[in-house]
């Protein structure tokens, strides 16, 4: 079992910086596959980055390539997503997931292949 907590979320103008934190409970962290997805009003929740129980490997949706960066820190359970060049679309509940792999270099970037979910934190960015 493991219980997920973000933290980091705000109000941001346009061209600014957030850094969310996930922190995650439990002694099996670090085998686990992380991610991080957002929800905007009316729309359905989507992929944003995700990153592998090792950290050698990682992958992010086209929109966010080269503004946002995930990493983890394993000794610390937690999770991060450092969004810069914030821009208004980005908008957005965001979520922490996590999900079981058997190798440290595999992500997701399905929800469905999360089994633990965040409660979520907004990000609001203004123009």
């Known amino acids: 079992q493991v219980q997920l907590v973000e933290s980091g979320g705000g109000l941001v103008q346009a061209g600014g910086s957030l850094r969310l934190s996930c922190a995650a409970s439990?002694?099996?962290?670090?085998?686990?596959?992380m991610g991080w997805f957002r929800q905007a009003p009316g729309k359905e929740r989507e992929f944003v980055a995700a990153?592998?129980?090792?950290?050698?490997?990682?992958d992010y949706t086209d929109s966010v390539k080269g503004r946002f960066t995930i990493f983890r820190d394993n000794a610390k359970n937690t999770v991060y997503l450092q969004m810069n060049s914030l821009k208004p679309e980005d908008t957005a509940v965001y979520y922490c997931?996590?999900?079981?792999?058997?190798?440290?270099?595999?992500?997701?970037?399905?929800?469905?292949?999360?089994?633990?979910w965040g409660q979520g934190t907004q990000v609001t960015v203004s123009s």
């Open positions: 997931a996590a999900g079981a792999t058997v190798s440290s270099t595999t992500y997701y970037t399905t929800s469905a292949k999360y089994t633990y």
């Open positions: 439990g002694r099996t962290f670090s085998s686990y596959a």
């Open positions: 990153i592998s129980s090792s950290a050698r490997t990682a």
